[in-house]
């Protein structure tokens, strides 16, 4: 008989520390519209805050719809984070052609010239492969995040720039933490409301 010593609510990894471009999985146990099961890229983290937005919460809104003078955009609007719920931010692949972008990863970016923006859509240039938008943003003051780290809240890892910008991301959670080996896995077997059980 074997005797496994596995705590799945601690797995024994190496720790990761949040830096811009790194992204954040939530524990399975973590509730609410934003959180629960989210996957979080960090677009800023400094000594001051952290800021970042949820990749895989997408709601029933496009950006068409909110954003006067723009063509049809395929890609929906995500709930990027609690903050501000009803400010528009966005990241993009599409560098140094938006004025003012901040880049993220190596080819990943935020913010920049909105009005750039919006004649790339027109013109066909900027789309839903290229561009993702959010309602809101997930902020943290300072040390708060690395509180919550060290309570197990979050995870931090490194994820593909692609699969960051993938539309289809509903299933980033486990996707990303099955790719983490068997602890983690483990999580996502965790009934989403343990208390209907």
């Excluded at 949820?54 to 984070?81: A, C, M, Q, T, W």
């Amino acid at each position: 008989m074997h005797n496994f010593d596995i705590n799945m609510f601690r797995p024994d990894s190496p720790r990761i520390l949040p830096q811009k471009g790194r992204v954040l999985l939530a524990e399975p146990f973590m509730q609410g519209l934003y959180f629960s099961r989210s996957v979080i890229l960090l677009a800023e983290h400094d000594n001051k805050e952290t800021i970042g937005y949820v990749l895989d919460k997408p709601s029933d809104l496009y950006p068409d719809e909110l954003i006067d003078n723009i063509r049809k955009f395929k890609g929906v609007l995500y709930l990027g984070g609690p903050n501000e719920p009803c400010m528009l931010s966005y990241i993009h692949t599409l560098g140094d052609i938006i004025p003012g972008s901040a880049k993220i990863t190596d080819s990943i970016y935020h913010g920049g010239d909105f009005e750039i923006l919006k004649s790339l859509i027109n013109k066909g240039v900027a789309n839903s492969n290229n561009v993702k938008f959010f309602g809101g943003y997930a902020g943290w003051a300072a040390g708060q995040l690395q509180d919550e780290i060290d309570e197990n809240s979050w995870v931090v890892t490194t994820l593909e720039d692609e699969k960051i910008m993938q539309s289809e991301s509903i299933n980033l959670w486990t996707e990303t933490l099955n790719e983490l080996g068997c602890n983690y896995k483990l999580w996502t077997n965790v009934p989403r409301h343990p208390s209907f059980n």
